[in-house]
C-alpha cells in the first residue's frame, strides 16, 4: 500500500483534536517555520496540521513518499527529562491511562512504518539527556536509558523493537508562546527578503496572511475531509506550490504602486469623495490581496481579469474603470460577493496597474524632460 493510501485510509487518532488545538499558536507557527526550512530542501513537500499529529511533513505533496511527525510540547516549568516523556498522568473518558507522549509518538511511526522518516518531539525547552543538543534521535541515549524506553514502548506496543529509536527524536525550538507572532515575523522577513529582495513588501500584512492560511488549514475537522490525498493536502496543508503562489502575490503586490502614483492617471472624473473611498478601498486591498484564501475575493478578482482581458486600458484611468463596470457584470459580481462600488474600482485599478496593460502607464517617465543644453 502507498503512504498515499495508507494516509487516505488510517483514521484518525483524535477526531476532536484540530477544534481542540484551534487557538494553540505554538504549534501554528512552527507549521510556518517548517514550511521556509524545507522551502529550499525538498522539492516538493506539503505540511499537514492536525492530522495524525500536531504538524506532519510529507516529502512529495501528490505521491508522497515519506512522512515525518512532530509533536509539540511548550513547557514553562523547565526542561522534559525522558521520564517527563514517558508519563502517563492523564486518564480518558474510558478510564484507561492516557499514552503518554513518546507511546502517541511511537504509534504513529509504527503505522506508517514503511514510510516514516521521523517522529520528534518538539518543544522550546531542551531535554535534560541532550543538554543543549537543538535536536536528537533516542538512539543517542544510553543502552540502559534505551532499554527502559524501549520497555515503556512495547507495554502499550508489544511488537517494538530497539530500532524505533532511531527514528524518533527530540528537537528544540526558539518558539516561545509568549512571543511566537514577533519570531514568526522574523522568519517571514528573512525568508521574503531572500526570495524577493528588498523591503518594499509590507511584513505584518504578509505574516498576517501567511499565518491566517495555516490557520484556516489547522481549524479544520480532519474527519470532514475526502479520504483522498489530494483533498487531505488541499483542505489540511500547505503545499511547496502554495509558498510559490504566495511569492508570487506577494512580488506583485509589492510592485503594485502607491495611490500617489495612481492618482496621476485617473483624471478628474470622480469628486473628491469618490476618489477618497476608492483611495481608502484600495490602500486597504494592498493588503487583502495577499489572502489566497478569500473565496469571494478570488471570485470577484478572476471577473476582473476577465472583463481586462477583452479590454483595452485608457487614459484616464478613473473614466475607464466607470464605463467597464457600466459595460461588462462586474457590478453584480460584487453584489454578490459582498464588495460595495470604492471597493470593486480598487480592485480594478489594482489588477491594471500590476498587469501587463499597464506596462507602458508604469513606465512612463514622470519627470520633466531635460533641456538640450
Known sequence: MSLAEKLEKTPQREVAG????????????????????Q??????????????????????ADSPSEIEFFQLKHSTKGNWTLAKLSQNSKTLKSGEKAQSILQKIYGNVSKFSEYSKSGQVVSNAYCTEFGQ??????????DEEKAK???HIQAVYPDAKSNCLDVMGFRRTELDKTACHELVKGRVHSFLQSKIGGDAFQLEACTNAIVTQCRLKNKKLATNVPSVISEIVRQKGISKADVELWLTDIASNKNAPEWSFVQTYLGGHWGFLEANSVRLAYDNYKVEALDSGNDAQNALIADIRRALEENTVA?????????????????????????VSAQLKAMVIYEIFKSQQAGAIQKTDTQPAEKDK
Open 18 to 37: 484540530s477544534d481542540a488545538y484551534a487557538a494553540f499558536e505554538f504549534q501554528l507557527m512552527f507549521g510556518v517555520e517548517l514550511l521556509f526550512e
Open 39 to 60: 522551502f529550499d530542501k525538498l522539492n516538493d513537500f506539503a505540511v499537514l496540521f492536525e492530522f495524525h499529529d500536531d504538524i506532519v511533513l510529507l516529502t512529495g
Open 133 to 142: 543538543a537543538e535536536a536528537t534521535r533516542f538512539n543517542a541515549i544510553s
Open 149 to 151: 524506553l524501549l520497555e
Open 315 to 339: 487614459e484616464p484611468i478613473g473614466a475607464f474603470v466607470d464605463s467597464l463596470i457600466m459595460a461588462t457584470g462586474l457590478a453584480s459580481s460584487a453584489a454578490e460577493h459582498g464588495y
